[in-house]
């Protein structure tokens, strides 16, 4: 294990005690494997993190809690470590807890260890569950703000959440649809969710039946739900729903997973007339260049991790309130003729 960062600085960024990292720098010996990785991911953390490390400026410290997709997490590792040097002089690190799939009971652990280690914020995204607002209200009560991120816990003592307003999001992807798939003749769409639990899908799919309510009564809803986001488990659900609804020509995806849903309709040999995702991650982009995908609903992520660690900031003191409650990040329609700038090709 290489030495680049004092002992002291890895155990911080870790979560554990000094005593383990010394432990674990002399091999490992006693230490539980699971504790040896975490060691280890908080060097990675420290090194794609070293402008911050060692600045003058007062320092803060903040987790990052997220159960979904790599795909999806990784996006907003990299969106957020990218805005943490433009803090200054303020100094934020983060420590990830990044999992693609969790039970409530593991996330409500994490989230007691990082009120009992000491954070100074944690930015959580995670299931709409009464355990989770429980452990939720502990870290408020302990002076630790949470930020939920992408989806809300709406019920919970969260400080505030960052993200896009996902009623709008789902009235915007029935807007699409219905005008690619107009007519009087009744059809149906596909509506995916990575699981019910999560109050930003539930928003998102409610918005998309009240638009079609208003405006399009010719489409019909399909739903499957609890694949996760993840390919092996979304892959299976639509191939099922392809098989009992012969009548599917389109697919507003809210959860994820899309190359395997693409994969299910090439696999039934059907064809998707049309096809709504969300985020622009690798997957997306792919699939947005092969025609695949017609449109995604995006938010800039750069932003909403600026304004998340910003709020943290007001609630520790370091930022004055805003005068104002901050809009929600703007829904941006992309399609493979107006990817942002910044956004690289596949």
Same mark, same amino acid.
């Not at 993190?49 to 903040?62: E, N, P, T, Y």
């Not at 990784?74 to 433009?86: C, D, N, T």
């Given at each position: 294990?290489?030495?680049?960062?004092?002992?002291?600085?890895?155990?911080?960024? #870790?979560?554990?005690?000094?005593?383990? =990292?010394?432990? =674990?720098?002399?091999?490992?010996?006693?230490? @539980?494997?699971?504790?040896?990785?975490?060691?280890?991911?908080?060097?990675?953390?420290?090194?794609?993190?070293?402008?911050?490390?060692?600045?003058?400026? +007062? +320092?803060?410290?903040?987790?990052?809690?997220?159960?979904?997709?790599?795909?999806?997490?990784?996006? !907003?590792?990299? #969106?957020?470590?990218?805005?943490?040097?433009?803090?200054?002089?303020?100094?934020?690190?983060?420590?990830?807890?990044?999992?693609?799939?969790?039970?409530?009971?593991?996330?409500?652990?994490? /989230?007691?260890?990082?009120?009992?280690?000491?954070?100074?914020?944690?930015? /959580?995204?995670?299931?709409?569950?009464?355990? =989770?607002?429980?452990?939720?209200?502990?870290?408020?009560?302990?002076?630790? %703000? !949470?930020?939920?991120?992408?989806?809300?816990?709406?019920?919970?003592?969260?400080?505030?959440?960052?993200?896009?307003?996902?009623?709008?999001?789902?009235?915007?992807?029935?807007?699409?649809?219905?005008?690619?798939?107009?007519?009087?003749?009744?059809?149906?769409?596909?509506?995916?969710?990575?699981?019910?639990?999560? &109050?930003?899908?539930?928003?998102?799919?409610?918005?998309?039946?009240?638009?079609?309510?208003?405006?399009?009564?010719?489409?019909?809803?399909?739903?499957?739900?609890?694949?996760?986001?993840?390919?092996?488990?979304?892959? %299976?659900? !639509?191939?099922?729903?392809?098989?009992? @609804?012969?009548?599917?020509?389109?697919?507003?995806?809210?959860?994820?997973?899309?190359?395997?849903?693409?994969?299910?309709? #090439?696999?039934?040999?059907?064809?998707?007339?049309?096809?709504?995702?969300?985020?622009?991650?690798?997957?997306?982009?792919?699939?947005? @260049?092969?025609?695949?995908?017609?449109?995604?609903? &995006? @938010?800039?992520?750069?932003?909403?991790?600026?304004?998340?660690?910003?709020?943290?900031?007001?609630?520790?003191?370091?930022?004055? %309130?805003? +005068?104002?409650?901050?809009?929600?990040?703007?829904?941006?329609? !992309?399609?493979?003729?107006?990817?942002?700038?910044?956004?690289?090709? %596949?």
């Amino acid at each position: 294990m290489a030495h680049r960062f004092p002992l002291k600085v890895v155990a911080l960024q #870790a979560g554990v005690s000094l005593a383990t =990292v010394e432990r =674990v720098v002399k091999g490992g010996a006693g230490v @539980h494997a699971s504790t040896v990785r975490r060691v280890l991911q908080a060097q990675e953390e420290l090194a794609r993190q070293s402008a911050q490390v060692g600045l003058s400026g +007062k +320092k803060f410290m903040i987790d990052v809690l997220m159960v979904a997709p790599q795909r999806f997490t990784e996006s !907003v590792r990299q #969106a957020l470590e990218a805005e943490l040097p433009a803090l200054h002089p303020a100094v934020l690190r983060a420590r990830f807890h990044l999992h693609e799939t969790l039970d409530p009971e593991r996330i409500v652990e994490l /989230l007691e260890r990082i009120r009992k280690n000491g954070s100074n914020g944690v930015l /959580l995204k995670a299931p709409d569950l009464p355990q =989770v607002a429980d452990a939720v209200a502990k870290l408020a009560s302990a002076g630790i %703000p !949470v930020v939920t991120l992408v989806t809300d816990l709406p019920g919970s003592r969260r400080s505030t959440y960052v993200g896009m307003d996902n009623r709008a999001a789902g009235a915007t992807a029935a807007y699409l649809l219905g005008q690619w798939l107009s007519g009087a003749k009744k059809q149906q769409v596909l509506v995916t969710l990575s699981s019910n639990r999560y &109050h930003g899908e539930e928003e998102r799919e409610l918005g998309f039946r009240r638009a079609l309510r208003e405006r399009h009564r010719h489409l019909r809803i399909v739903e499957v739900s609890e694949g996760h986001g993840i390919d092996g488990a979304t892959g %299976p659900l !639509v191939r099922q729903a392809l098989r009992e @609804h012969p009548g599917l020509v389109g697919v507003y995806s809210i959860g994820g997973g899309n190359a395997a849903i693409v994969a299910a309709f #090439a696999q039934a040999g059907r064809r998707c007339h049309v096809f709504i995702g969300h985020d622009l991650d690798a997957d997306n982009l792919a699939l947005l @260049h092969a025609g695949a995908i017609h449109a995604v609903l &995006h @938010h800039d992520l750069g932003q909403d991790m600026r304004r998340a660690c910003q709020d943290i900031l007001r609630a520790q003191g370091a930022l004055p %309130p805003l +005068k104002h409650a901050p809009s929600l990040s703007a829904i941006q329609v !992309v399609t493979p003729y107006n990817l942002p700038a910044l956004t690289a090709r %596949p």
